[in-house]
């Protein structure tokens, strides 16, 4: 697979960071391995040289997507619903079910009689 690179246009590549960095922020805040990012840690995690991510982060948080904090940048509230939108989108589709197994919407998510039968529906070899 081809690694995939920024855009060419100021535009889209803004929009690009911010999409990536909201996301590794989120995941970062969401593994508990800190919620206080600079740009060295982007140019670790993003491989943006920090010289550059400091740029972007600015302009994060003139955007409202996050705040200033000792020793870098957190995610604000606007931050944290967009951080998690984008990493949902991204990972949607290993999350979504697979054949054969249950939409989040399923009866067996809200009952152990509905779980039974729902399994017993699914086990292989039952003959439907």
Not at 56 to 77: F, P, Q, T, W
Request: charge should be negative; proline fraction near 3%; include cysteine.
């Amino acid at each position: 697979m081809d690694e995939l690179h920024p855009p060419k246009s100021d535009a889209l590549r803004a929009l690009y960071w911010r999409s990536e960095i909201l996301q590794v922020m989120y995941w970062l805040r969401g593994e508990g391995l800190g919620e206080v990012v600079d740009a060295t840690l982007l140019e670790r995690f993003l491989g943006v040289e920090a010289e550059f991510g400091v740029g972007y982060l600015d302009r994060l948080v003139v955007d409202g997507y996050l705040e200033l904090a000792d020793g870098g940048y957190v995610l604000s509230e606007t931050g944290l619903a967009e951080g998690m939108t984008e990493f949902a989108l991204s990972f949607s589709d290993l999350t979504r079910p697979a054949h054969g197994e249950c939409s989040a919407d399923c009866w067996c998510h809200n009952s152990v009689e509905e779980a039974i039968a729902c399994a017993a529906e699914r086990a292989p070899g039952d003959g439907r």
